[in-house]
């Protein structure tokens, strides 16, 4: 059932796009359904983030500080670096309606990883540039660049190349916001 009902909002994100089937599978079955009410906080700022996000159904705010950066809902997605990178959140995400989400924990990504070595070495690299674009920097993305064949590198790379992963960016007529940054 939640393959199903999930397979659009994964595929919206630009680094599970052009995945294979099976590992896109794999990640599906790891997914929780969590409901937040009006005023629910779903990620402190300046805590460790350990899941990625995905709104089925639901409005959110992204603040900063005490400041509204922006609103996302339906399709929209949030915290995707810290599958890969265990940081500290820059923003909080709070539920401006009642809203149902699934979420990925970054264990839960990790052990699907295991079993596709070549996705693995991919979501590093492209989660890599993401941050070197932002200026950041993880060592936990070190990548064994020969591990990763280059068609799937540029199909995974040319899909994630439209906004860094703190800017709001559009796929698919949904939006992102990574609050790790």
Do not use: W
């Amino acid at each position: 059932m939640i393959n199903h009902n999930c397979r659009a909002l994964v595929d919206a994100v630009p680094f599970f796009h052009n995945a294979d089937s099976n590992f896109v599978n794999s990640i599906l079955s790891k997914l929780q359904y969590e409901v937040y009410m009006p005023n629910d906080f779903i990620i402190r700022e300046g805590m460790l983030g350990t899941k990625m996000y995905f709104i089925a159904l639901g409005t959110v705010d992204v603040i900063s500080g005490d400041k509204l950066v922006t609103t996302l809902s339906d399709g929209s997605y949030f915290g995707e670096i810290s599958l890969l990178a265990r940081m500290k959140r820059a923003a909080s995400i709070r539920a401006e309606t009642y809203c149902n989400l699934y979420s990925l924990e970054s264990d839960h990504f990790h052990l699907v990883l295991e079993e596709y070595p070549i996705m693995k070495e991919a979501m590093k690299r492209i989660a890599a540039e993401r941050l070197k674009a932002l200026g950041r920097r993880s060592s936990v993305l070190e990548v064994d660049r020969s591990a990763v064949p280059t068609k799937l590198l540029h199909q995974m790379s040319k899909n994630c190349s439209t906004a860094p992963d703190s800017e709001i960016s559009s796929s698919h007529s949904s939006s992102s916001y990574d609050s790790n940054v």
